[in-house]
């Protein structure tokens, strides 16, 4: 089993997205040298709290500040893009810092509809998802005869490709084309075993993988006491509650209270959509942590946690590292 991380590059409140960049560079750089596998970035648009809205040019960055570890999208959404401009950006990262690029893809926009719409210039009715997952991959493996459509830089780079999900659409995508796959439950928790278990199930071995690679994503928040790892992880149910709400922000500061600033039924809401979450001093992070490894048994797991102070974050995924190597995962 590995662990790895997931940043959505947040902007807290009283930051802009130049801190943003550099808060994220130290921590990469800081998880590095804690064994994390590969560190993953997210494309969202129109958010005034993630500054990872160009992630191929973000992924370029923290490959270039940092020297062993895997660095990706989690993920690409594909409907935004042209398969062909993809594989041109990856191929170039690849080009620049060889086999330390991953691509994963999700189908959802990221966004809201108007931008989404500001982003493609035209909707498709139809869903293509699967066709442009396979004509990517292509860009990226060797020409075929009389091929006229090349990727330069790109083609027989062979980019890892992983798919990404939140329901069981993914799972059974990943499976058919024996792809890696990582499930969202860091926010999405509902069919966290249903896709798991269809994943590994339909799983077609294939020359990219020759066994099922199932990845479930957590929220860790860790501190030295629970009171503190209570206290930081308002900062994410604030953010989750004014984005659900329609009002998304920086990343809030964290309060004493939640139910201060939040009503009770948000504050359920929220909850349930950060369940698949650990959240303490470090033997109740790893109790937890525990718990849920035994629930799904993951391959990998993808561990994620908005957190307003740049120092309590990296102290954070400290802890997540150690608690990860104390049950078994292997640093890279």
Known sequence: ????????????????AAQSIRNSTALAQAAEGLGYHRYWLAEHHNMPGIASSATAVMIGHIAAHTTRMRVGSGGIMLPNHSPLVIAEQFGTLAAIHGDRIDLGLGRAPGTDMETARALRRNMAAQDTFPQDVLELMAYLGDPEPGQKLHAIPGEGSKVPVWILGSSLYGAQLAAHLGLPYAFASHFAPDMLGQAAEVYRRGFKPSEYLSAPH???????????????????????????????????????RPVAR???????????????????????????VREQTARLIEAYQPDEVMISGQIHDPAARIHSFEIAAEVMQSLGAEPA
């Open 214 to 252: 199932f990845m479930m994503a957590m929220n860790i928040f860790a501190a030295d006491t629970s009171d503190q790892a209570i206290y930081l992880r308002t900062s994410m149910q604030q953010a989750f509650v004014r984005l659900r709400s329609g009002q998304p922000s920086k990343l809030p």
């Open 258 to 284: 939640i139910e201060d600033v939040a009503e009770p039924a948000w504050i359920r809401a929220v909850n349930h959509a950060l369940s698949v979450s650990a959240t303490g001093d470090a033997a109740q």
């Open 1 to 16: 089993m590995r662990y790895s991380l997931l940043d959505l590059a947040p902007i807290p409140e009283g930051a802009d």
